[in-house]
């Protein structure tokens, strides 16, 4: 690999990171109260990564509106332990509704295996699911594989929720209701801006690059979403799906980025960086919003509708990934039938 190669990704994703803290300078949003929205009582919540940072503020959130939320992490201790803290908090009168259930239930995004056994688990307890916010994520890992073989960026962050999401589409259907869809939110970034992806190499085996995986399996979830809601509109299915970007958040994902970058995160953090409950607030907003009934497809920054990369509408690359991550998953692509 050529010194310029490797060093184009990381200029761009870096670029795409500077150009998003300047945007969001002065446009930083704090959760809304709970009475911002209506009440969740009786609806079933999945948030992938809830444990910490982004995911843990939405499960909070989302428990407070009085929904049963299940948290999906691979670190039983942390998982535990924000259940515990959720609690405390909606117990204690600083939540809206003090009637939300919490749980955790084990589910690494890097095994197939372990995602098909939470799948079971979750269809074990007989009940609906209204919301699946799919949040975890890794950044700029060095290269390494998945228990599968995929390459982490990749296999965790777009396949494993590629994967989950398909597994849980017929509970969702089932679900969500012509005045009350059940509702798929996606945790993508403004790296996807300057993402690419190689259809023929995806696994990044010719060139690796941890600013290119990571940059391509976040245009791999832009796409992902806008063909899973064409297809979701052309089975007449009351289920939407809509992907967000929470904007650049202070969260233990920078652990792998160049000292001198983590010495100026933690000297301007507070000033140009969004914190976590900041930069859950779309993805609440995605998850609950009554604005957002119906509404599918979109790519949300900030609670508004936005645009994404060009390359994401490309009708015909979102078909060829789609088909491509049904056979390197192992599920049927039924999407086939579907122009």
Avoid at 106 to 129: E, G, T, W
């Amino acid at each position: 690999m050529s010194l310029l190669s490797a060093l184009l990704p990381l200029l761009a994703v870096y670029r795409a990171g500077i150009a998003a803290i300047l945007r969001q300078l002065g446009r930083r949003r704090r959760c809304p109260p709970p009475a911002a929205f209506p009440t969740q009582n009786g609806k079933v919540a999945i948030v992938t990564g809830g444990a910490k940072g982004i995911g843990y503020q939405t499960a909070k959130h989302l428990a407070r509106l009085g929904m049963h939320v299940i948290i999906a992490g691979d670190i039983e201790s942390e998982g535990q332990e924000a259940v515990r803290k959720i609690k405390e908090e909606t117990l204690t009168g600083k939540g809206h509704c003090k009637r939300a259930g919490l749980e955790f239930l084990y589910c690494d995004l890097a095994s197939m295996k372990s995602i098909r056994q939470f799948v079971q688990q979750f269809r074990a307890k007989n009940c609906p699911l209204h919301v699946l916010v799919n949040n975890a994520g890794v950044m700029l890992v060095p290269e390494r594989k998945t228990e599968d073989g995929f390459e982490e960026h990749f296999g965790l962050n777009y396949l494993g929720h590629f994967l989950l999401t398909n597994l849980l589409l017929d509970t969702l259907k089932q679900s969500g209701t012509h005045s009350h869809n059940a509702r798929i939110v996606t945790v993508s970034s403004a790296t996807h801006y300057v993402g690419k992806l190689h259809l023929n190499d995806l696994q990044s085996r010719c060139s690796y690059s941890p600013h290119g995986a990571y940059a391509q399996s976040k245009l791999a979830l832009v796409l992902f979403t806008y063909r899973l809601q064409h297809l979701l509109t052309a089975n007449g299915s009351h289920v939407t799906a809509n992907v967000v970007d929470p904007g650049v958040v202070n969260t233990e994902l920078y652990k792998h980025v160049f000292w001198v970058v983590k010495v100026a995160i933690w000297m301007t953090a507070w000033l140009f960086l969004k914190t976590p409950e900041e930069g859950a607030s779309t993805s609440i907003y995605a998850a609950v919003s009554p604005e957002m009934e119906g509404a599918g497809g979109c790519y949300l920054y900030n609670e508004e509708r936005t645009k994404s990369a060009d390359i994401a509408y490309d009708e015909e690359l979102q078909r060829r990934l789609w088909t491509e991550s049904c056979k390197l998953v192992g599920i049927s692509d039924e999407s086939s039938r579907v122009p």
